[in-house]
């Protein structure tokens, strides 16, 4: 490696059919789709995939388990929350066809099932968790984990794929989880840790000027004007950042009456080997076994009670 490589494309120097799926939910899909766009271009078969907060299951989607949907432009859903539908829909606008598969938010076993399907449907040998923010990092003991559940389900079923070699996270937006409590400090220490142990893979950044974030804020704001009422905090805040944008801006109104800090390090992608990651966690085991997401918030929170001692905040001294 030299200072003109990055380990985490080194990584999928060999990968053939690389599954991008977002780890936390939401809209967290679109912040892999620079990474979809510039591996797609290198002649990878890409496939996007979505933890969803949407009522998938009662959508109009192909069924591939009781827990996982194709979904399509021309899908139907119920409800007014879907972006994984007009994510589908805005590359149909662009004359291609993309399903973005989408996982109802269950527990790890459910999940994991719907995971070993889809690997086996579209024969995986890479998966790429995406995550909008770096909540995914924090292990358990941090004064505040934001919304662990999600980021957790996704880290623990995929680490379950025996059949697939490359398994890696991609971090983007930091210092966005600021918004839901996160101490961005133990996000860093856990990068120290990471880079011990030869996981962690490198940081780079988003530009506006790269077709492949220019495609990203397109396929955004096309989703965000079909949701008018839940547009992303995150993907504004990274967009926001990325375009230059600095301080307490704010684009959606759903951040009104707090105080943002939009700046350039929104844009930076970290990249990292899952097992490293799931490694440092301290409840994945405590996990492992539940079915829904309910299920996951009580062991989180048992674990947290049992805690002896909580790691407290620390502002950045920069």
Not at 232 to 253: P, Q
């Amino acid at each position: 490696m030299n200072v003109s490589s990055l380990g985490f494309f080194e990584k999928l120097e060999h990968s053939k059919n690389i599954l991008i799926a977002g780890a936390g939910g939401g809209y967290d899909v679109f912040c892999g789709l620079p990474l979809y766009f510039n591996l797609r271009s290198q002649g990878k078969k890409i496939h996007l995939a979505n933890l969803s907060f949407a009522d998938v299951v009662g959508s109009t989607g192909r069924k591939i388990t009781n827990s996982l949907v194709e979904v399509r432009a021309t899908t139907e859903g119920y409800g007014s929350y879907f972006p994984e539908l007009y994510l589908s829909r805005w590359f149909a606008s662009q004359g291609d066809k993309v399903s973005i598969y989408a996982f109802e938010n269950t527990g790890v076993k459910p999940l994991t099932e719907a995971y070993k399907a889809l690997i086996k449907l579209l024969e995986i040998d890479t998966i790429i968790l995406v995550d909008g923010g770096t909540d995914s990092l924090m292990r358990g003991d941090e004064i505040d984990l934001a919304t662990p559940e999600e980021d957790a389900a996704s880290i623990a079923a995929v680490i379950n794929l025996e059949d697939v070699p490359t398994k890696l996270l991609a971090c983007l937006g930091f210092g966005v989880d600021t918004y839901h409590g996160v101490c961005h400090a133990n996000f860093l220490e856990a990068v120290a840790a990471l880079t011990q142990t030869r996981d962690f893979l490198g940081a780079w950044s988003l530009m506006p000027q790269m077709i492949e974030v220019q495609k990203y804020r397109e396929a955004a704001e096309f989703t965000f004007e079909q949701m008018a009422h839940h547009p992303s905090i995150v993907s504004n805040s990274i967009l926001d950042g990325i375009a230059g944008e600095f301080g307490d801006f704010h684009r959606t109104g759903r951040t009104e009456g707090s105080k943002l800090f939009i700046n350039p390090l929104m844009g930076l992608y970290w990249g990292f080997q899952l097992e490293g990651v799931a490694k440092r966690n301290l409840y994945l085991d405590r996990i492992q076994n539940t079915r829904t997401k309910y299920e996951i918030s009580r062991e989180i929170i048992m674990f947290r009670s049992d805690l002896k001692h909580i790691k407290p905040w620390m502002s950045l001294p920069m």
